[in-house]
């Protein structure tokens, strides 16, 4: 075999392997600190049996300030799993929308589309603060469950979804047939979405899951709060009430489960997704 494809090899494999050892180590101490108790844990002693106590740490953590986080973990699962699946399917209707009807300014509406993508949400933090306080919904779920449902990011997937699923012929034998336009996109061309729909969505429970700056913007309500601000206002309690710092992390690992398993169960049609937008 050649020497540099060799040394090639051995130099891609050793980045592989640097990467992997960067992603899952953070993880691997977290899951172990996780199973600690305090002792174990403020004495780094992480590798061996001692001081595990997996199940007194998530007692403690669900009786923590009376359960309050069993209900940051449902707002989180509200705010996140609904307002995924809602953006999603709003978002691959606008991209539909804009992929296969011609109307006036089109292509401008979706220059603004575009532009909107570079803007960082924490710019917008403000402006929609402002709005919210203007129609009385701060301190809501409202005022956090809105903004998210609209992603501009997710529009112009749609838009390269709707390119590289939905074949204008079909559309045209689905109008022949007798079927409408709102028929043809429900029956026929959101069929054709679904991996466009999962990729969407994916993309926007992820963001809208580690969400953190909106929330600490709009609620005051505890609550209200997601687990990120929720467990990030235990970490500040942490710093004069060390008994925080288990549950905090405790809180952390459970909160990255919902992640995983969406990952796991929608991989496959977020990978043909990905896939189907990088050939188009």
């Not at 203007?134 to 501009?152: E, I, K, R, S």
């Not at 109008?175 to 994916?202: C, H, Q």
């Not at 990255?256 to 990952?263: D, Q, T």
Request: with cysteine; charged share 10%.
């Amino acid at each position: 075999m050649n020497p540099p494809k060799i040394l090639g090899r051995a130099a891609v494999n050793t980045v592989v392997a640097i990467s992997v050892l960067y992603t899952l180590v953070p993880a691997l101490w977290l899951v172990l600190a996780a199973m600690k108790d305090s002792d174990a844990l403020f004495g780094s002693d992480l590798l061996s049996l001692h001081g595990f106590s997996p199940l007194k740490n998530f007692q403690d953590l669900f009786a923590m300030d009376k359960g309050i986080y069993g209900r940051w973990y449902l707002n989180s699962l509200f705010y996140a799993v609904g307002g995924a699946a809602v953006s999603a399917l709003v978002s691959i209707a606008c991209g539909y929308a804009f992929d296969k009807y011609a109307f006036r300014h089109k292509e401008k509406l979706f220059g603004l589309v575009l532009a909107a993508v570079m803007v960082p949400q924490t710019v917008l933090a403000l402006p929609l603060y402002l709005l919210a306080s203007g129609t009385g919904v701060v301190d809501t779920v409202w005022a956090v469950f809105v903004p998210v449902l609209f992603n501009p990011f997710g529009v112009y997937l749609g838009r390269v979804f709707s390119q590289g699923y939905v074949p204008g012929e079909v559309l045209e034998a689905a109008r022949i047939d007798g079927a409408g336009e709102l028929a043809t996109y429900f029956r026929v061309s959101l069929r054709m979405l679904g991996p466009g729909v999962v990729t969407v969505f994916l993309f926007q429970l992820t963001a809208i899951w580690n969400n953190f700056f909106l929330p600490m913007v709009m609620l005051s309500t505890q609550k209200l709060y997601p687990v990120s601000l929720g467990l990030y206002s235990w970490n500040s309690a942490a710093t004069t009430s060390p008994e925080y710092y288990p549950v905090v992390i405790t809180g952390a690992l459970l909160a990255v489960l919902p992640l995983v398993l969406a990952f796991a169960l929608l991989q496959r049609f977020w990978r043909s997704g990905l896939t189907a937008g990088a050939v188009k």
